[in-house]
């Protein structure tokens, strides 16, 4: 092998909310997933990215952001409740801070919350303006993330092929809205819930796109067999190429039972003094409704099985966190010293995790991957860390072979977004289709207000086919707000198809939804023209 690394790590951090943005309404409980998201996951990554690149410590993360996520984060509506959500926390953690003071356990706790939602406030009003998008596209022009698109609204692909226009402009917009983003068209994408279907990929290189991630066995169970299994990259018939997930590695940091983020040091979830404390004193710090919330201070560790928790101690929890950054580049020094024995080539380990565990499931997150990324530099030469492009440019010749179907979720299929909880929406999203199609040939050089009609239908369309609504409906969580979401974009659609069909648009209510319904203003309804 020489003096070089004996192969790469490439680690891959999906950055993906569902579209929420409800300007009827004055608070509305599921934007706190973006306002969660933002302080407890996507300032804290940004804020340890900056801080390797000042001290010049070299590092590739590959990162998507997904179209719906860049919609709101650009929103000045969201961005700014977003600032409107980090007083109420300063203001209750300065009550906290009060409230504690005798409390020798929680007092502490309660300062450094507030030193967290006022840096977080600094940092989003005044450090980036209220604009993240910048600077996650800074680090990518200074050579530190390599950014990466996704499907429009996060679709799940596979389960649209019954009409190949669906899939390919989910594609086309997600494509579209990166480069409105960032300047520069995506090498790679993150196809939802890694939902690969064979002949997607033909789609994705008429795009441009040069690279998709599958869970491992979407490349194992490829025909013919993959020679380096999953620790090389194959190329479709198209060319494109597919990287497989290594489970070793994923394992350990996806696992709440059997990996890091269970450790008993690290701070426990789902103990909040939204649910502890006493509710009048809580109260106006929920939402509209009243029902008690995760208000993001947490004074527990997870400490065990039980309910009997101690108190969160925040540099034990560090010291935890970096005992286990050492342990996964130990892992990966070996599992890749093994690899690289048995292959002619250098091995990559590619290692694909939700963003939003980092920090909002796993606080530790981002000290972790910090930890780890230091480490990498300063602590072996054994692997370096790498993108699915830099390899594509280091290894051009890989073996054609065509992965199979396949997705990462509950038993590596289609089982999460079609089962007996929300196999009853696809008939209607399908129709939807159909129509769109039928109305984009018949008005190929639509103008005005049949324009904007068709081009809302396409949003609408796309915003009813994210995967999140049959995910929620899967899990039982948030189903009314699911069912509702689903509900209104039928609707929506079905109204504009009406009156569009029948020659009876109404300028008004169209502007109403448009503003609703806000997202990709670039959008052609000529993506779905056959």
Known sequence: MGNGPHGYLAILLHSHLPFVRHPEHEEFLEERWLFEAITETY??????????????????????????LLAMLSDGLLQERYLRHLDRLIELADKECARTKEQTAFHPLAQFYRQRFTTARRQFGETYHRNLIAPFRELMERGYLELVTSAATHGYLPLMDLHPAAVRAQLAVGVEAFEQAFGRRPLGIWLPECGYHPGHDQMLKDLGIRFFVTDAHGVLFGSPRPKYGVYAPVYCRSKVAAFGRDLESSKSVWSAKDGYPG???YREFYRDIGFDLDYSYIRPYLN???????????????TGAT???????????????????????????????????????????VSPYDAELFGHWWFEGPDWLELLIRKVH????????????????RYPRNQVIQPTMSSW????????WLNGSNDWIYRHLHKMVERMVELADRYPDASGLEQRALNQMGRELLLAQSSDWAFILKTQTHTTYAYRRMHDHLGRFSRLYDALTRHDLHESWLTEIEATDNLFPFIDYRVYRT
């Open 288 to 302: 509209g409704d009243g029902t008690r919330l995760h208000t993001g201070l947490k004074y527990y560790r997870i």
């Open 43 to 68: 300032l804290p990554l940004l804020e340890r990215f900056h801080r390797l690149a000042e001290d010049q410590v070299p590092f590739r993360i590959t990162m998507s952001l997904t179209p719906t």
């Open 263 to 265: 450790d008993p040091d």
């Open 409 to 416: 979720g509950y038993q590596g299929y289609h089982e999460v």
């Open 307 to 349: 309910e009997d928790k101690a108190p969160y101690d925040p540099s034990r929890a560090l010291e935890t966190a970096a005992r286990h950054a050492g342990n996964f580049l130990f892992n990966r020094e070996r599992q890749i010293e093994s690899l690289s024995s048995l292959m002619d080539r250098q091995p990559i380990v």
């Open 378 to 393: 300063y602590d072996q030469n054994v692997f370096r860390l790498s993108t699915p492009s830099d390899y594509l440019a």
